[in-house]
């Protein structure tokens, strides 16, 4: 098997080295951030709806397919992969969710490319399918993520078409296999928890859509939903305008969630930085008109992660050892 690899490999890039890559020509944008100018040469290839780059992509492409076409053994190691991948009959994803006293996951057959919901009642339960996204007019769907209630007689879960990671939020009955009539779009990062009568859910909303506007994942919104009434009633929660005072930026990502004992609700505001940025309120505040947000952690603080366990908060921080090192490191 590592000889038949180490061929592979060796052939691939012996071919690319000799052949010739379709013309991505430079054409320059400036832009200046922070008193320093950035030449952008490839801005052009964003504008994923022009010709010319539509032409480009697909160009690339058919070169792509021609050098991976002309690899000695390829195809051979292709089907060596296959026989070893139908050994395992299904894979079961991380993401196991136990509420009410069913077991929550999404199990993906050898020949199949998505994963269908399931449940099961008690570890010895019998296996019930819950939803296969199936092709629709050609359109391939797939699950994102998926969150049961606290009872475990219901479930949210998030469904995108064609690659996009952007889902359309659905709820069902768990028992009845039933949807709820309302659907919440669009929502990249799904829901983030129930309420304790799990007569509702808070999820993160986004502006928009299109990955292609700066603006889609600006001012993002942690919402509230009750179940069987109009998604245009859902209550605000946390986000940069309702709560000018709290400073939060519109790249900031908001999210809301409670916690493991239902006492508090914490509101979090998410991005690429480690850092956490994370304020607290008591839970029945959450329908409240205006929560009473207060700080637990600033950035400066540099938590990365903390779990709480009543009025108890236990953190994980470098605050102090900037380089990441422990005490005891050298």
Known sequence: MKKALSLFIATFFCGALHAQAPASPKKPVNDTYFGLQVTDNYRWLEDTKDTVVKTWFKAQADYTNAQL?????????????????????????????????????????????????????????????????????????????????????????????????????????????????????????????????????????????????????TDTRSMYHQLGTATSTDKLLFSRIKYPKLSIK????CFVFYSEDMQYIFGYLGGVDRDMNCFYAPAADLLKPVISWKRLFKKDDHVTNFFNHGDDIYMLTYAGHLNLRSPNQT
């Not at 199990?107 to 629709?136: F, M, Q």
């Not at 519109?250 to 990502?253: A, G, I, S, V």
Request: avoid cysteine; glycine fraction near 10%.
């Open 69 to 217: 076409g002309n690899i000695s053994g390829r195809d051979s190691l292709i089907k060596t992969f296959q026989y070893y991948n139908s050994l395992k009959p299904y894979s079961i994803g991380s993401n196991i969710i136990k509420k009410g006293g069913r077991f929550f996951y999404k199990k993906t057959l050898a020949t199949e490319n998505v994963g269908k919901l399931y449940y099961r009642t008690g570890e010895n339960g019998n296996e019930v399918l819950l939803y296969d996204p199936v092709p629709v007019d050609g359109k391939a769907y797939s699950i994102n993520y998926y969150l049961p209630s606290e009872d475990g007689k219901k479930i949210a879960f998030g469904i995108s078409v064609s690659g996009s990671e952007t889902s359309t939020i659905y709820i069902m009955n768990v028992d009845t296999k039933k949807l709820y009539p309302e659907k919440i779009f669009p929502s990249w990062f799904g829901v983030s928890s129930w309420t304790p009568d799990s007569k509702g859910f808070v999820y993160t909303v986004q502006n928009s859509s299109d990955i292609t506007s700066m603006s889609s994942m």
């Open 250 to 253: 519109p790249e900031d990502l």
